[in-house]
């Protein structure tokens, strides 16, 4: 049995713009429970983003009910606004994941 290669794929990052900026740009932030970090990383959204982004945001508890997903949808006005704001929640202690 032979197998068939990998696709390939037309656009490249450089090629192609995958975005239309500005555009609504969900984000998901996995992070342990706790308030205090929630807060926390709600105000560093806060910083990148319009105060509805907040109230607006979804929260799922892990079942055990140790991690929380948050689902923030922002504003996005090019790549480097959704870089930033990545790099910013990557920093805090306690998030885990940012997609």
Not at 14 to 39: H, N, Q, W
Not at 41 to 58: G, L, W
Not at 71 to 77: G, L, S
Request: glycine residues 6%.
């Amino acid at each position: 049995m032979r197998l068939s290669p990998a696709p390939r794929y037309a656009a490249r990052m450089g090629d192609a713009k995958l975005l239309v900026f500005p555009c609504d740009y969900p984000i998901k932030v996995m992070l342990r429970s706790g308030e205090e970090l929630r807060e926390r990383v709600d105000a560093i959204v806060a910083n990148h983003a319009d105060a509805e982004v907040i109230a607006s945001a979804t929260a799922r508890a892990s079942a055990q009910g140790n991690f929380i997903g948050v689902t923030y949808t922002i504003r996005a006005r090019d790549a480097a606004h959704i870089s930033a704001l990545f790099a910013d929640l990557k920093h805090i202690p306690g998030v885990l994941m940012v997609l």
